[in-house]
């Protein structure tokens, strides 16, 4: 089992950037898949950004595309998503997610592909 706990976010201007960083318990986390979800107010939580079990592959919500950047620290067991440009859409509470799963991350893009959750980040982006 692995807990997940999210830092980091906080309010920006638009245009600006942000860095979360979700801390994972375990002495395996380099064997979980990893990704991030968002929730934005009165919408269902969506898909983000997932990091593959190795660490080798990625893959990004449409949306996000060339401004976020998922990656994993396994020295520290901590999982990060860098945010840039950021636009008031950003707006959202963003969840941590992991899972033994060797799939691709591209094949891992819905809430139950997960099986353990952070408690979430506010990010809140002003224009």
């Known amino acids: 089992q692995v807990q997940l706990v999210e830092s980091g976010g906080g309010l920006v201007q638009a245009g600006g950037s942000l860095r979360l960083s979700c801390a994972a318990s375990g002495r395996t986390f380099s064997s979980y898949a990893m990704a991030w979800f968002r929730r934005a107010p009165g919408k269902e939580r969506e898909f983000v950004a997932a990091n593959s079990w190795s660490g080798g592959s990625t893959y990004y919500a449409d949306s996000v595309k060339g401004r976020f950047t998922i990656s994993r620290d396994s020295t520290q067991n901590t999982v990060y998503l860098q945010m840039n440009s950021l636009k008031p859409e950003d707006t959202a509470v963003y969840y941590c997610?992991?899972?033994?799963?060797?799939?691709?991350?591209?094949?891992?893009?819905?809430?139950?592909?997960?099986?353990?959750w952070g408690q979430g980040t506010q990010v809140t982006v002003s224009s």
């Open positions: 997610a992991a899972d033994h799963s060797r799939r691709n991350p591209e094949t891992m893009t819905r809430i139950y592909d997960y099986e353990y």
